[in-house]
């Protein structure tokens, strides 16, 4: 079974817990962009993959806002991205993709094409329009190549900051009732895998609320949302089963939220494989090291959500106070 770095049981807890980052995944950088001041409350997290990182993406929302999703389908041409950006502003704020293109290209990463090249930026926006008091202050090209820049410049393994940072910035949770983040959480392979790692960096935007055993919360308030997450991951993958894992870690998206994948939710989880390490595989069960790993995606989804709530700090704006998410809530008080 794959082991995370949090210990303990975290049910129904919301306190900060360190579960490690997605940087633990060697060559993955993070990097962010944000306002907070005079109408804003948004921003951009770009997370930078090694040369040569395969991707895919699995939508499961039902009003997602995306950029080059198509892309990352097994049976497109293009096998590798340079960068995925989670954006706030809605469809508004997807320029920012632009930016982080722009600094790719500057650095010679993208799909080679007569003349130059053509990066490869997959990206999703949260909807958090209006929630600084300025619904015209949403993430920018400049706000892109600004995270890509910021991605770029840290070292190597360096931790992420969490909370009211980045895409997490003016997220939100319960429909636009309390507080949302960013989180992010790493969990390790066991056994003779145990050199492999899987990491997520999760945007936590949404319709639903933490779940907690026994009680069913339906959100009251308004707004659209979406929780957004990148698994990253050291092991040699294809791109299809970059995007089964996906699929499969959409599971720890429903365990650590409810509701999840409404149809108010954009939510998608994009999946980087930097093929720096083989899975060793059982040859009377050969598929049993990939289930181990999506499982291990699976869990690594959830430990950054719960990391993005706790970490989630009260902010009050023009457009009024979001508080975080309490540790104990009265069923029915949604």
């Not at 962009?33 to 395969?54: F, K, N, Q, Y």
């Not at 989180?183 to 056994?191: F, K, M, N, W």
């Not at 869990?299 to 106070?321: F, H, K």
Request: glycine share 14%; hydrophobic share 40%; net charge negative.
């Amino acid at each position: 079974m794959p082991i995370g770095k949090s210990e303990g049981n975290t049910e129904g807890n919301t306190e900060p817990v360190s579960y490690g980052s997605i940087t633990d995944v060697p060559g993955i950088r993070v990097g962010q962009a944000h306002r907070h001041t005079d109408g804003w409350l948004t921003g951009v997290s770009v997370v930078l993959p090694p040369p040569g990182t395969i991707g895919s993406v699995d939508v499961r929302g039902g009003g997602p806002g995306t950029h080059e999703t198509d892309a990352l389908d097994p049976s497109t041409m293009v096998s590798t991205v340079d960068a995925v950006a989670l954006t706030g502003g809605s469809a508004y704020g997807l320029t920012a993709a632009g930016g982080v293109q722009r600094w790719c290209e500057e650095h010679g990463r993208g799909f080679p094409v007569p003349g130059g090249v053509v990066p490869i930026v997959p990206a999703a926006a949260i909807f958090d329009l209006g929630r600084g008091g300025d619904f015209s202050a949403r993430p920018t090209p400049d706000m892109g190549y600004e995270a890509a820049l910021d991605a770029a410049g840290s070292p190597e393994g360096a931790d992420v900051v969490r909370g009211n940072v980045g895409a997490g910035t003016g997220a939100a949770l319960g429909a636009g009732q309390f507080k949302g983040g960013l989180g992010t959480a790493s969990v390790r392979l066991t056994g003779e895998n145990s050199h492999i790692l899987v990491g997520a960096l999760a945007v936590v935007n949404a319709a639903g609320v933490p779940w907690r055993p026994g009680v069913a919360t339906v959100p009251a308030g308004e707004g659209l949302n979406t929780t957004l997450v990148v698994v990253a991951t050291n092991a040699t993958l294809t791109v299809a089963q970059a995007q089964r894992t996906a699929t499969a870690a959409h599971a720890g998206m429903a365990r650590a939220l409810n509701p999840v994948h409404t149809l108010a939710d954009g939510d998608t989880i994009f999946t980087l494989a930097t093929c720096a390490e083989s899975l060793m595989v059982n040859p009377k069960l050969p598929v049993g090291a990939l289930i181990e790993l999506q499982s291990a995606a699976a869990e690594a989804v959830r430990l950054a959500i719960l990391d993005g709530v706790a970490c989630a700090e009260e902010v009050q704006t023009p457009a009024g106070i979001l508080r975080p998410f309490p540790e104990e809530m009265p069923q029915g008080s949604i």
